[in-house]
């Protein structure tokens, strides 16, 4: 999509990345419908790997439980093949067993203690 429209979090001019004023207005317009304004650089890169694929990885287990997916490996070669997920990962399935559940389940849980304003996925 980005190649085709050249945009997504940046607007391209050739292979050179420019900010795009339109994603970081909407940026703004979250971070104050969310009082999140005084997060800014106060959020660890841990906190927001898992913010970000930790609700991958339960999206991922509610697939396996409706049943549209076999095995958590199914998951994996999707993400990995289809969507770009680093393959040294090996999939957000077998990171998720990296990781253990339980930890997962945990952060979940925390974050949405701690952000209790945000949309839950």
Same mark, same amino acid.
Request: proline share 5%.
């Given at each position: 999509?980005? @190649?085709?429209?050249? #945009?997504?979090?940046? %607007?391209?001019?050739?292979? &050179?990345?420019?900010e795009?004023?339109? *994603?970081?207005? =909407?940026?703004?317009?979250?971070?104050? @419908?969310?009082?999140? #304004?005084?997060?800014? %650089?106060?959020?660890?890169? &841990?906190?927001?790997?898992?913010?970000? *694929?930790?609700? =991958?990885?339960?999206?991922?287990?509610?697939?396996?439980?409706?049943?549209?997916?076999?095995?958590?490996?199914d998951?994996?070669?999707?993400?990995?093949?289809?969507?770009?997920?680093?393959?040294?990962?090996?999939?957000?399935m077998?990171?998720?067993?990296?990781v253990?559940?339980?930890?997962?389940?945990?952060?979940?849980?925390?974050?949405?203690?701690?952000?209790?304003?945000?949309?839950?996925?």
């Amino acid at each position: 999509m980005v @190649k085709k429209t050249k #945009k997504g979090w940046y %607007n391209y001019e050739g292979r &050179e990345a420019l900010e795009d004023k339109e *994603v970081l207005d =909407m940026c703004e317009v979250h971070r104050s @419908k969310f009082n999140l #304004k005084n997060l800014e %650089n106060q959020i660890s890169d &841990e906190e927001i790997l898992e913010r970000c *694929v930790y609700p =991958m990885i339960n999206e991922g287990f509610r697939i396996l439980e409706e049943g549209v997916a076999l095995r958590p490996s199914d998951i994996d070669v999707v993400w990995a093949y289809g969507y770009g997920f680093p393959k040294q990962r090996g999939g957000p399935m077998y990171y998720a067993d990296t990781v253990g559940l339980e930890n997962i389940h945990k952060a979940l849980l925390t974050y949405s203690d701690k952000y209790p304003e945000l949309p839950k996925w």
